[in-house]
């Protein structure tokens, strides 16, 4: 079966951020062009165009799924980026002549955020893009495109949600310790909390509940586990 | 000078909330379709197809300023909507076999709110519409393409950013009473609220300070007047 054919003029980009315990980073995709012998690396966004049959969630989802072989992530629209020139620099034109039928066409990106269990999630190579690898979100180079935007919008949305609406527990596995949450929070708001006021903020969120478990196979004292309530 | 040329698959949408102290209004704009002697009229949010040229807040700014001659308002982007039946239904589609050169074309529509004083403001017929008018929020019709979603969608947006980034002030006038917030509060949440409890929230809210002016022209004991601050 011959792929559905592309709407050139949209595109979905996604933010996807995962978190190991210690750091938050964000899925990268490597873009490569030149001649083989002298070949350049730059890093994106996963994304890909729209099929002209599909809906823009759809897209996100299928961008995720071919990366990830995942279903059923958090995964939610933020902003949808049309700058004219968005796509227009000398470099990503470049890349653009190789992989699109009409690299000079605008395109509008409809960006998505994502958050993922990294522990459930391994990246593979995806049919739209090259290697992808998690990169941690202090060492992200100079990416392609607008990227950089969007990847700057999506940490600013992240932040905003982590604090509005309790999302944290898409980022921890199912089973943690107030420390290891109170770390989470200290990463991507990129700021240390005092624990004593994070407990107390913590009693008035409801949203997570202990557990008659503690940790396991620790060699300090092992902490009570809590966990997210489902709804 | 002729038009701009413009983009058939990107549009933009706008929400434009109004407060008259008594009613939360939004903008519709009229869609007449059929022949003359059986006209039937559909409401419509007020929006546009982009210009080739154009950037996405351009366009939603160049399609309120069109409607009221204003600039600098209250204006922000909030979901981007590409269903791919959104544009339809036979009712939508007797419409744009008039007024658009490829009515089959898929539309994404980038959708935008707004936040207007009602009293600095007097729509108008524009470029682009029929006969704008304001309609208070529980008296909406059903509305043509995917609009109903998308206002639905804008009225959640509303909400949650009255309670966590103090936009009220874009709604009412400049100078204002305690009561005139709490009833602003109380139409936009749809709830009634606790006169005690709103104004012990107030206090902690370092958004608004007192003026050293009262009420003017009231029959009751006039009130303190109150303000935003700028930042």
């Known amino acids: 079966m011959s792929p559905a ?4 003029n949209i595109s979905v980009d996604c933010v996807v951020f995962g978190f190991d315990q210690d750091e938050l980073k964000v899925l990268l995709i490597e873009q490569t062009r030149g001649p083989k012998e002298k070949v350049v690396i730059q890093y994106a966004l996963p994304g890909d165009l729209l099929f002209k049959n599909e809906g823009l969630d759809d897209a996100a989802e299928r961008v995720l799924y071919d990366l990830a072989s995942l279903k059923g992530i958090y995964l939610k629209q933020f902003h949808t980026f049309g700058d004219i020139d968005r796509l227009h620099a000398a470099k990503d034109q470049e890349w653009l002549q190789t992989f699109r039928e009409d690299p ?3 395109v509008i990106t409809v960006a998505y955020y994502s958050l993922v269990k990294m522990d459930e999630y391994e990246p593979q190579a995806a049919s739209f893009a090259g290697k992808a690898e998690w990169v941690n979100i202090e060492e992200v180079p100079s990416l392609a495109f607008d990227h950089d935007a969007i990847l700057s919008m999506g940490l600013e949305r992240l932040r905003e949600e982590l604090e509005t609406k309790n999302i ?3 980022l921890l596995p199912k089973k943690f310790t107030l ?3 109170q770390r989470l ?4 708001l990129a700021k240390k909390l005092d624990k004593r006021n994070f407990r107390k903020k913590l009693k008035n969120m409801s949203a997570i509940k202990p557990l008659s478990e503690k940790q396991k196979g620790v060699l ?3 902490a009570q586990l809590f966990t997210y309530k489902d709804d």
Request: proline share 15%; net charge positive; aromatic share 10%.
């Open 185 to 188: 929070y200290e990463i991507i």
């Open 104 to 106: 000079k066409a605008r």
């Open 168 to 170: 944290g527990f898409e």
């Open 220 to 222: 300090h004292k092992p």
């Open 179 to 181: 420390s290891q949450l």
């Open 5 to 8: 054919p592309h709407n050139p």
